[in-house]
């Protein structure tokens, strides 16, 4: 095996000093954490709403997309907490194509980490700068988390990593809620073990440090589908679904029993359109059931300014350039729909 060193990169230190976040930013995120807490420990009846492209692939569309999600949420704050998705790293299933924007800050030249480094500090910066959004992204790399943690206040580890044990590990260190995935196979046992796993204290090794970790009390499950051993999607936002997961929590002594609904992936069998349809389901099983209402604390919505997904080589401002997502006409008016149904 050969791999050739090109260059040490920053320690995440070096970077939040370069690129600091003023204390006003970190007023305002300290209040949006608070906010999006008292959701999961029980004491908020706000719903939470983690939306945003399937992933970040260019500054401008990306925060003209915020700037959007500004404008609702303003008009929706007494009921809803939307967490914009900047997801800065896109995980690849046999590792070819667009690997996100820390990998490739302009998905038309080479990878540059450091470029990418400081691309997504200065994205999240902006969002938070600019549009009191404090946001999400999915810990695709637990050893880069530090690069960004005084500036999300949620993420959510992948259905390919829920299993892993560093993931696992950080995830426990971690102040934001930390959603784990199911993993590709469905196996609902294996996401509750992640969650548990999360919530407890450990000793690990992490950046070249022996450390310590309290446990993430905010750690829960996110409801993404699967793939049988046919390899045929099977939904699990479903009713039944969610009183199972319930029981499951039941039995578990876990704190704060909480779920997000991703209605795409699996879910919608990456059918894009069909995200309207799973959200209001979603909103319904709460309406018709207590314990539903007190487990599924939002949703995960995968949404651009334009409908479905394009060639990287397109240039559409604002269309993905990996999975298919809801454009902003639809999402405007879901995320209404949902509000007028909590």
């Not at 540059?112 to 500090?121: L, P």
């Not at 059931?289 to 599924?296: K, Q």
């Amino acid at each position: 095996m050969k791999m050739n060193f090109k260059r040490k990169l920053p320690i995440p230190q070096e970077v939040k000093k370069e690129f600091p976040v003023t204390e006003k930013m970190a007023q305002v995120k300290a209040k949006r954490d608070e906010e999006i807490r008292a959701v999961f420990e029980g004491k908020s009846d706000k719903f939470i709403l983690v939306i945003g492209p399937c992933s970040a692939d260019s500054p401008e569309p990306v925060l003209e997309y915020i700037s959007r999600l500004r404008k609702v949420e303003d008009r929706v704050a007494d009921k809803m907490i939307i967490i914009p998705r900047i997801y800065t790293n896109k995980p690849r299933t046999t590792g070819q194509g667009y690997k996100g924007m820390l990998h490739q800050p302009d998905p038309n030249e080479e990878p540059d980490m450091y470029k990418g480094i400081v691309a997504i500090r200065d994205i999240h910066i902006r969002a938070l700068r600019d549009y009191d959004f404090s946001c999400a992204d999915e810990m695709l790399y637990p050893e880069n988390y530090r690069y960004l943690s005084d500036l999300l206040s949620y993420v959510a580890i992948g259905a390919r990593s829920v299993e892993n044990q560093q993931h696992r590990l950080v995830a426990s260190g971690i102040e934001a809620p930390v959603g784990m995935k199911n993993p590709t196979s469905g196996d609902l046992s294996v996401m509750m073990n992640s969650v548990t796993a999360a919530q407890a204290s450990h000793t690990f090794l992490y950046r070249g440090w022996e450390v310590t970790s309290e446990g993430n009390p905010y750690a829960h499950a996110i409801l993404r589908g699967y793939l049988d051993f046919a390899g045929k999607n099977v939904s699990n936002y479903h009713y039944e679904d969610l009183l199972k997961v319930n029981s499951l929590y039941e039995k578990s002594g876990l704190v704060n029993p909480a779920v997000i609904v991703d209605t795409n992936h699996n879910n919608s069998g990456k059918k894009y359109l069909e995200q309207v349809r799973i959200a209001k389901d979603v909103v319904h099983s709460r309406r018709e059931s207590d314990e539903i209402r007190r487990l599924v604390k939002g949703l995960m919505i995968e949404s651009y300014i334009e409908d479905g997904a394009q060639n990287s080589c397109e240039h559409i401002f604002g269309k993905s350039i990996t999975d298919p997502c809801l454009g902003w006409e639809k999402t405007e008016k879901l995320i209404f729909d949902i509000v007028d149904k909590l």
